[in-house]
C-alpha cells in the first residue's frame, strides 16, 4: 500500500471517529445549566481533531508519494483480531466465558508455533501455558476481586 494511501485512510478513520464522539456527545444532560453541557468539551476536542485530519490530509495530498509500507503480519493481526471478534461473539451467544477463553488462548499459541515445525509436545505445551494462565485468571477474578463470569 502506499504511504500516502495509508495516511489519507488514517485521516478518514480518525475523522470519523471524532464524528461519532460528537454525535455520541450531542445529547448529553446538562446537569449544572449553563451554556456549555457535558458534551461541550469532547465536541470541541472531536471538532479540532476532524480540522486538523483535514489539515493533515490535504499536506498528504500535497506531498510526493512515499514509499510503500509492507505489513509482513499482517495476517496474523487478521487472524487474530478476527478470533477476538469470535470470543466476544461466542462469549455473549453462549457464555463460558473461561472455557472460550481458554481454546482462543491455546489457539492462538498454536497458530503462531505453526510458522515452524508443530509438534505434539509443543500443542502440549500450549495447552498447558494456556490452562494455567487461564486458570490464574479465573481464580484472580473470583477470589480476589468476586467478579464472576
Known sequence: ???KTADLLMYAVLAALAGIVIWQTHALPNPFGGTIGSGGFPTLMAGLAILLCAIGALRALRAAAGPRLEFPGAAKGAVTLGAMILLFGLW????HFFL???????GLLCFYAAD???SWRLVALNLAGSAVV?????????????VRF
Open 134 to 146: 487461564i486458570g490464574l485468571i479465573k481464580a484472580f477474578f473470583t477470589y480476589v476481586l468476586f
Open 100 to 106: 472460550l477463553a481458554f481454546v482462543f488462548l491455546a
Open 1 to 3: 500500500m502506499p504511504s
Open 116 to 118: 515452524e515445525r508443530l
Open 92 to 95: 455473549q451467544t453462549i457464555g
